[in-house]
């Protein structure tokens, strides 16, 4: 049975991406919990950095992340901008652009396209902590972005089919 680590970015003092009084770390906590629903009905095992309300550094969610033994990491966020409805759509972030990171990262991005949202690609970031400290092939999604009103109403009016295809992608991996 495969132990993924679903990681709902920020919380506590840490808010994330606020926009007229949005914040991320609300809705990567809720969506982090109906992922992990639909992959534990499919079989999954599945460890939160968070289930509630708090803040644990990037350091200790990757920690945790090693010390359970997981066989992948994924980290939940929702992108912002400088201004207002300047970008759209979901971005997949990676230590390296090869390998089960990678496709685990094209497997949700591309369901996350079905839904709705502009693909805009995996990326390398070598710089984030549960990226470059984690033993095992980790993403960082980055669901919309926050700060725009029509990946907002996506994020909203179609939540389940989102963690469906967060799940579904992370499925098509492990399995």
């Given amino acids: 049975m495969a132990l993924v680590v679903l990681d709902a ?3 506590g003092a840490n808010p994330g991406a ?6 991320e770390k609300d809705d990567v906590l809720a969506l982090a919990l109906a992922v992990g629903s639909i992959l534990e009905e499919n079989g999954v095992e599945v460890y939160y950095t968070r289930t509630t309300d708090v803040y644990e550094s990037p350091y200790q969610k990757a920690a945790e992340g090693n010390s359970v033994g997981a066989d992948y990491f994924v ?15 979901v971005e997949s972030l990676v230590y390296n652009r090869y390998g089960a990171a990678a496709r685990l990262a094209e497997n949700i991005n591309t369901q996350l396209e079905q839904v709705g949202y502009a693909n805009q690609g995996v990326n390398e ?3 984030l902590v549960v990226l470059n400290r984690t033993q095992m ?3 960082l999604v980055e669901v919309g972005f926050i700060n725009t009103d029509a990946d907002n ?6 939540f389940d089919e ?4 967060i799940a579904d992608g992370i499925l098509a991996t492990v399995y």
């Fill in 18 to 23: 606020i926009y007229n009084g949005r914040q």
């Fill in 153 to 158: 109403r996506l994020f909203d009016e179609r």
């Fill in 162 to 165: 989102t963690a469906r295809a």
């Fill in 9 to 11: 970015g920020h919380g």
């Fill in 137 to 139: 092939p980790a993403v």
């Fill in 75 to 89: 980290s939940l966020h929702r992108n912002s901008s400088p201004y207002p409805n300047q970008y759209t759509g």
């Fill in 125 to 127: 970031r070598s710089n």
